[in-house]
């Protein structure tokens, strides 16, 4: 059975740190590209994050570079997001997505089941 379990959300103050959690099973974890999406109540939902586990490549939206930091733990196959300096925008229900080539954004992308983060002033 395919599983991504997200974990790690909750209520922080703006300028606060969080860690979230995605672990993965079911499939073949170093094969896969694993991203973080977020999408807050009225909006679409936008891309925040991607991995490729294999290669070790990262990227980020432009606006989280520089406060968020993506990594994973390919034997535990956990992915995790560290969040710094938090802003009231990035309130959302934070999922994690996974494919082979595309970040989650393919058909078949497999997805989690998201975290609520919500940031106050």
């Known amino acids: 059975e395919v599983q991504l379990v997200e974990s790690g959300g909750g209520l922080v103050q703006a300028g606060g740190s969080l860690r979230l959690s995605c672990a993965a099973s079911?499939?073949?974890?170093?094969?896969?590209?694993i991203a973080w999406f977020r999408q807050a109540p009225g909006k679409e939902r936008e891309g925040v994050s991607c991995i490729a586990i294999s290669e070790g490549g990262t990227s980020y939206a432009d606006s989280v570079k520089g406060r968020f930091t993506i990594s994973s733990d390919n034997d535990k196959k956990i992915v995790y997001l560290q969040m710094e300096n938090l802003k009231l925008e990035d309130t959302g229900v934070y999922y994690c997505?996974?494919?082979?080539?595309?970040?989650?954004?393919?058909?078949?992308?497999?997805w989690g089941q998201g975290t609520q983060v919500t940031v106050s002033s």
């Open positions: 997505a996974a494919d082979p080539f595309t970040c989650g954004l393919g058909p078949d992308a497999y």
């Open positions: 079911g499939f073949t974890f170093a094969a896969y590209q």
